[in-house]
């Protein structure tokens, strides 16, 4: 389900809170899918529950998961709508590609082009959230 990178520089509940993220935004978890318990996923990661809890936490107050006093956590319903809109920005994606390809742009010059974009925006991408605020 997750694997950790101990060669990566972030914290490894960073880690955690990235994977739960794309797993909730590309479909693989559920609106209202219990999340794993702290305790067990702790163990399947030999890591301590703490690290697991402060993952939680942000997933939480980021709005991908709540909790439910006695019962866990589980996949927000906002992760329905970011799934959803993750989907029809892919859309709209790909759209561009196809017309820019036909314009005889190569796909060798699409990720400058995007990585151009990416530079002259004027959303900035806060650290440890897929949503972006206007600057």
Known sequence: MILIDHKDR?????QIIEKFQQM???????PNA??????SLAMEL??????IQRAYQELERAGYIYT???KGSFVSDTAAAAAHKW???QCEMQGIVDKALL???????LPEILTACIQNSS???????????RT
């Open 34 to 39: 219990s999340m794993p318990s702290v305790r």
């Open 68 to 70: 439910m006093k006695g």
């Open 103 to 109: 314009s005889g742009i190569s796909p060798q010059e």
């Open 46 to 51: 030999s890591l301590n529950p703490n690290t």
């Open 123 to 133: 959303v900035t991408v806060n650290k440890g959230s897929m949503k972006g605020e």
């Open 87 to 89: 989907q029809e920005i």
């Open 10 to 14: 972030r914290p490894i509940y960073e």
């Open 24 to 30: 909730i935004l590309c479909g693989a978890m559920q």
